[in-house]
């Protein structure tokens, strides 16, 4: 691995560490977790892909807003960025869409199968799926708690654990406030 894809890990992971900051906030949002690539010992990867699971009355604008920040950041070093979308059963129903103003008819080039019926849903399921064992069982789950299933590589572990110290460290703040 050389300087240049060393950074570019590093500048995904630490785009991803900002995106859970972020969307761990959102109200709906039930789960985060990190896949594809990133979760390999592939020197380079060209993205993160990160899969969200959402209550179904989630309002997936501001998370789609968080998506959108999140792939401008890695676009800006030549990286790209995914967030899938899956239900609270498992079922995978699309990414974020990419568009600021989401809404039917606003983009005539939407591949999206029913775009605007869920505002901020881009269901190009068409395109892409994630099977359902993924998204039940991910390499490693970020929030709401830290859930290895797999040997991660150095990088995205230390990422891991300090997320993990984090949860760790606001459960024995909220424990301490309960006294």
Known sequence: MNKTSEGHRQQLLDALRKFVAAVRQIAGVRRIA??????????????????????????????????????????????????????????????????????????????????????????????????????LSPPVTLWPTVERRGTLPVDVEEVVAALEHAVQHRMHQTALGDD
């Open 34 to 135: 990190v896949l594809g690539s990133i979760v390999t010992t592939k020197p380079d990867p060209k993205d993160i892909d990160v899969l969200v699971v959402v209550a179904d009355d989630a309002d997936l604008a501001p998370l789609a807003k968080c998506a959108r920040r999140l792939q401008g950041h890695t676009q800006s070093f030549n990286r790209g960025a995914d967030v899938f979308l899956a239900d609270e059963r498992g079922t995978y129903i699309g990414r974020t869409c990419r568009w600021r103003d989401c809404r039917p008819g606003v983009r005539q080039s939407c591949d999206a199968l029913h775009c605007g019926r869920r505002p901020h849903l881009h269901d190009d399921l068409d395109a892409i799926t994630l099977n359902s064992s993924l998204v």
